[in-house]
């Protein structure tokens, strides 16, 4: 900040690209919290950089934030061996912007994010910067310090390991309105017969409770089974429990408040109409970003 309390250049640079820098240390952590961090950390870093040097700022952002969530993404992965229960992504409430955009749209939405989470921290970093924000190949080399053609490759088996994981296209906004509808009237009715109706016969639901709420310890899967857990606990919830409807991640969710405070977030999957994969996440920590927009860019 200069003295007459106008930003500086660098501060300047790093603010016009700090939604982008976001995105990509999110998309490559899953975690908003650690995102975070990481542009914190990109700040520090950048502050320290002669900036008339520096000939493509955003570039130069970009190699810093990656390479900072690198170094993040490979504690995270020994903190997550230890994890209690499923693992999911934090959920952000985001603007309708980021739907208008389908390819940002998708990058973040849980499903890929999931995938994403199977990939090697190097491969990760390279089809994120390759397939969502399109850098060219000696970009991301300097990035993550690997020749262009290194990159290539690695690009080249990130995409492979992707294309053999990635969920099928999902259907039309209605169609996932209409299941998160069907979902809500159960929860606030105690009627499972409208989410027995969309229900697909190998659904699967997940929760995320980080053994601090309460939540399945391992996926579930089949409509039986599912149902059965949910009239489990629907009869406690009925008249205590309002949901939301809200866009998460770029897609249709629900935030479910228990008496006034927020106790979940739900987001679906959904193929041929069908709800194909549930994903609840209650555990608190992560629960902090869907109150608030935030901002996503590429």
């Known amino acids: 900040m200069r003295e007459d309390g106008h930003p500086d250049t660098a501060t300047s640079a790093f603010v016009a690209h700090r939604n ?23 700040w520090l870093r950048w502050s320290g950089v002669d900036i008339d040097t520096v000939r493509d700022r955003r570039a130069y952002l970009v ?13 995270l992965g020994r903190r997550r061996e230890s994890y209690v229960g499923p693992w999911l992504p934090e959920p952000l409430l985001t603007a309708p912007d980021v739907a208008e955009d389908v390819e940002l749209a998708e990058s973040v939405s849980m499903a890929m994010l999931l995938v994403l989470e199977t990939l090697a921290p190097m491969e990760r970093a390279v089809f994120v910067l390759r ?15 690997r020749s262009p053609a290194a990159v290539r490759q690695i690009a080249h088996r990130a995409r492979a390991h992707v294309a053999a994981r990635r969920p099928r296209e999902t259907t039309s906004e209605a169609e996932t309105t209409a299941a998160l509808a069907a979902f809500r009237r159960a929860v606030e009715t105690g009627n499972l017969q409208d989410l027995l109706d969309i229900l697909a016969p190998n659904v699967v639901a997940l929760a995320d409770g980080g053994g601090v709420a309460k939540a399945m310890p391992r996926p579930v899967v089949g409509a039986d089974k599912v149902a059965r857990l949910l009239s489990a606990g629907l009869p406690e919830l009925v008249g205590h429990m309002a949901a939301e409807p809200v866009r998460l991640n770029g897609s249709p969710a629900l935030l479910l408040r228990h008496e006034g405070k927020i106790d979940a977030v739900v987001a679906v999957r959904i193929e041929d109409g069908l709800v194909t994969t549930l994903y609840t996440v209650r555990n608190p920590e992560k629960l902090s970003r869907v109150e608030r927009e935030t901002a996503l860019s590429r």
């Open 131 to 145: 397939e969502v924000f399109a850098l060219a190949y000696d970009e991301i080399g300097d990035a993550v310090g």
């Open 63 to 75: 190699r810093i934030t990656t390479r900072q969530a690198l170094t993040r993404m490979r504690t």
């Open 20 to 42: 982008l820098l976001f995105t990509v240390a999110y998309e490559m952590l899953g975690s908003a919290a650690d995102a975070e961090d990481v542009l914190q950390e990109t």
